[in-house]
Antibody, heavy 119, light 107 residues
Framework: EVQLLESGGGLVQPGGSLRLSCAAS????????MSWVRQAPGKGPEWVSL????????YYADSVKGRFTISRDNSKNTLHLQMNSLRAEDTAVYYC????????????WGQGTLVTVSS | DIQMTQSPSTLSASVGDRVIITCRAS??????LAWYQQKPGKAPKLLIY???SLESGVPSRFSGSGSGTEFTLTISSLQPDDFATYYC?????????FGQGTKVEIK
């Protein structure tokens, strides 16, 4: 059974940093691209970033480019998101998501971790 | 960026009703469209991928169709467990965009 468990969320001041982690199990982690998707309160989901199975390729939404860094440790089946220069508009539930057999959809999602950016 | 527009935003229906949700893309996305169901406090759940492929374990009352810029999600006979919010999502050139959602409410 595929399981994705996020951690690291919390309250942070504007301009601050936070590192999210996602522990994966139930599939061959290194064989699949992984992504972070966020959802602000009352809004639809927003794709944030994607990393290839090897970690060699990364992609970012324009809204986070230059501030967020996605990474993975295939030896530990763990995905990370380093978030710097946080803004109020980054407040959201952040989901770790496994990318499907093609890269066009997300077939498994974690339960999410809440990030609140506020003074 | 490709924009996704869903209609309606809210839909009131009864158990047993046939429900159709529409999603329009601002430019052609071939068949790279997925549909998700989300219940309050939970993560989205994949229902349909590649416009019309049913995800394993999803009831057959859910179906998807369309290509290019116009897509539909159909629930053939609405069940009590189907009251939720539904999102479409497109893929194009390493960018993924979701619609604003359609909330299916009890009539």
């Amino acid at each position: 059974e595929v399981q994705l468990l996020e951690s690291g969320g919390g309250l942070v001041q504007p301009g601050g940093s936070l590192r999210l982690s996602c522990a994966a199990s139930g599939f061959t982690f290194s064989s699949f691209d992984m992504s972070w998707v966020r959802q602000a309160p009352g809004k639809g989901p927003e794709w944030v970033s994607l990393i290839s199975g090897s970690g060699g390729s990364t992609y970012y939404a324009d809204s986070v480019k230059g501030r967020f860094t996605i990474s993975r440790d295939n030896s530990k089946n763990t995905l990370h998101l380093q978030m710097n220069s946080l803004r109020a508009e980054d407040t959201a539930v952040y989901y770790c998501a496994k990318v499907g057999d093609t890269i066009t959809y997300f077939d498994y999602w974690g339960q999410g971790t809440l990030v609140t950016v506020s003074s | 960026d490709i924009q996704m527009t869903q209609s309606p935003s809210t839909l009131s229906a009864s158990v047993g009703d046939r429900v159709i949700i529409t999603c329009r893309a601002s430019q052609s996305i071939s068949s790279w469209l997925a549909w998700y169901q989300q219940k309050p406090g939970k993560a989205p759940k994949l229902l349909i991928y590649k416009a019309s492929s049913l995800e394993s374990g999803v009831p057959s009352r859910f179906s998807g169709s369309g290509s290019g810029t116009e897509f539909t999600l159909t629930i053939s006979s609405l069940q009590p467990d189907d009251f939720a919010t539904y999102y479409c999502q497109q893929y194009n050139s390493y960018s993924w965009t979701f619609g604003q959602g359609t909330k299916v409410e009890i009539k």
